[in-house]
């Protein structure tokens, strides 16, 4: 379990996309076309250019309106499923930095048709098809700028504190801390979905799935 973790407090996210922004400025990716299709979450999924998108959730409640903010990239799964079926068809398409982050490499071009399985093991939805190289994309965890002992550009421009990352003991207890108060603040139904499975740890205030369907839990 050694290596980065990511804690992605839903309470403190207020929306502002900068997460979403600075993953598109430091990767240099292009902008999508998008429509409004009713919802302010933009564009409508992740795709090969969009790594990481903060989903909108509404939903009535008495008189008032929730709303629910999520934060979607790679989970970095400490099992990746998308690792052990990529290397049954093509050895090291997808590597595991020493980092802890997952990385689809130029390699996953060598997929071909077998890339929608890779996609499809992915219990989160999370690998796209870049269409117009074959390969696959999606959040690698800024590894390059940990080694240069910085932060993820997500983490490093989140104003409310919403994104934090490091070792694990350190946002392990970091995480604890915030659930506590947490759980204080909006009850029981506060939780932590998988510490023990991904690297991204998110702390949810209801079901999973109010957030979003791949949310975990």
Known sequence: MSGKYFLVDTTKCIACRGCQVACKQWNKLPGVQTHQWGSPQNPPDLDASTYRLVRFQEYQKEKSVVRYYFTDACRHCLEPPCKDEADSYVTDAIIIDQSGAVVCTEKTKE???????????????????????????????????????????????????????????????????????????????????????????????????????????
């Open 111 to 217: 997929l071909g048709e077998n890339a929608q399985s890779v996609i499809d093991a992915c219990p989160y939805n999370i690998p796209r098809l870049d269409p117009e190289t074959g390969a696959l994309r999606k959040c690698h965890m800024c590894y390059i700028r940990i080694r240069e002992m910085s932060e993820p550009s997500c983490v490093k421009t989140c104003p409310t504190g919403a994104l934090k990352f490091g070792d694990r003991k350190d946002i392990m207890a970091l995480a604890k801390e915030h659930l506590d108060k947490a759980k204080q603040k909006f009850g029981i139904e506060a939780n932590l979905v998988n510490p023990g499975e991904v690297r991204v740890i998110y702390l949810l205030i209801a079901d999973p799935e109010k957030y979003h369907e791949f949310a975990g839990g």
